[in-house]
């Protein structure tokens, strides 16, 4: 799939707190927002892409709220927060085949506004088959991720100090954000003073909750080159499935070892290769696990990796993140793989903040998880080239 479509268009909603919006408000509102990015109109989408947040059946109901009348190919994959990126990976595979010119993503929800919580929007875990099972187990995300954290902890010896590096990065690429969430720079004690929600994860080794939304262009190279904006272009796509094996399950590595490898080899580069590099980054230990798994580092390395700055932009050797990510700026409706397409779009084309704009962005990652480290998840990992 190597250069079969172009990504052209982007917008990220600014609100954080959607009070006064409806769901379907916001998914228009990303969907408009991305076609005047990209120099395009709703007339121009035949392809539509979204994930259980789209209130309605499937897609259908936001295609006629939006006002898309000439759909011929339609898809509402739901993989929790890594759905956006393999919207991507399908969108380009559709058009490739044939199946639509231009396709349009969007993601939008209002669990703040609506009280939510750190639920998902569509997704009834009431029937799950394990649920029986899983009555005795605290149902908030934090506490998987904790236990992976503890496990890694007292395999490969990382410390809360390190975890917390990843946050001191976030926080000061969130500074330069107007629209972020926190934009306050933190430090490595900061974050060990605050309190603790699972142990070993403290509350600033979360990430926040907000509403809002995002929305992505997908077109076919004729259509991107007429276009006045700078081209990005799908150089590879991977997407992995992982979970609990009925309880035989190794905690210490995610979904992201085959994602990560399938998209290095679609695209025919390498980690090395790599310059900027947003991640999913729900927890700390999240981003941790990734930078393994992806092979920035080899397994168990991932503390040191990220320690003394190292993922800073300007400073460290493996700028992420640059707009404050899950941890600082937004994790709209509980689900950030939309965000981190949008950020490494802006670095490939050279558009993040110029504080934080890496030098060298010709081939950027954007990766993502869906589900929990600790038991159901989907990854899927993109790489994208400057042209």
């Not at 259509?223 to 499935?241: H, Q, S």
Request: proline fraction near 5%.
């Amino acid at each position: 799939m190597n250069g079969k479509a172009y990504i052209v268009g982007i917008y990220e909603h600014p609100t954080r707190r959607a009070e006064g919006l409806t769901t379907a408000q916001l998914h228009a509102d990303v969907a408009l927002g991305a076609l005047a990015d990209a120099g395009l109109t709703l007339d121009d989408v035949d392809g539509f892409f979204c994930a259980a947040d789209a209130p309605g059946i499937g897609g259908m109901t936001m295609a006629e709220y939006i006002g898309l009348r000439n759909l011929r190919h339609i898809d509402s994959t739901e993989t929790g927060g890594s759905s956006y990126l393999l919207h991507v990976n399908h969108a380009v595979h559709a058009i490739a085949a044939g199946h639509c010119n231009v396709a349009l993503i969007t993601l939008a929800d209002r669990p703040l506004a609506a009280g939510a919580g750190t639920s998902l929007a569509g997704i009834d875990m009431r029937n799950m088959p394990d649920r029986p099972f899983l009555a005795a187990v605290p149902p908030g995300p934090v506490f998987g991720y904790a236990m992976v954290a503890r496990r890694h902890m007292h395999e490969f010896g990382t410390t809360s100090e390190q975890l917390a590096w990843v946050k001191v990065a976030a926080s000061h690429h969130a500074q330069h954000n107007p629209n972020a969430l926190l934009r306050k720079v933190v430090t490595v004690e900061d974050v060990l003073a605050s309190p603790l929600v699972a142990d070993p994860l403290h509350r600033l080794d979360c990430c926040v909750m907000t509403d809002g939304g995002g929305a992505i262009v997908v077109a076919r190279p004729e259509i991107a080159r007429t276009l006045k904006r700078p081209l990005v272009k799908v150089l590879g796509g991977g997407e992995a499935l992982k979970h609990p094996d009925g309880g035989r399950i190794d905690l210490t590595y995610s979904a992201g070892v085959r994602s990560g490898a399938k998209a290095f080899e679609e695209a025919g580069v390498t980690p090395a290769d790599i310059k900027y590099a947003s991640l999913y980054d729900s927890f700390t230990i999240t981003v941790v696990m990734q930078l393994e798994d992806l092979g920035f580092c080899q397994k168990g390395e991932g503390g040191p990796f990220v320690a003394d700055g190292n993922l800073i932009s300007g400073v460290g050797k493996l700028p992420f993140n640059t707009d404050g990510g899950g941890l600082c700026n937004n994790h709209p409706g509980n689900k950030g793989g939309m965000t981190k397409v949008l950020e490494a779009v802006r670095q490939c084309r050279g558009e993040a903040h110029p504080a934080v704009q890496v030098k060298n962005h010709d081939i950027v990652l954007a990766h993502g998880t869906g589900g929990s480290l600790a038991g159901y998840h989907v990854a899927g990992t993109l790489i994208l080239g400057a042209e």
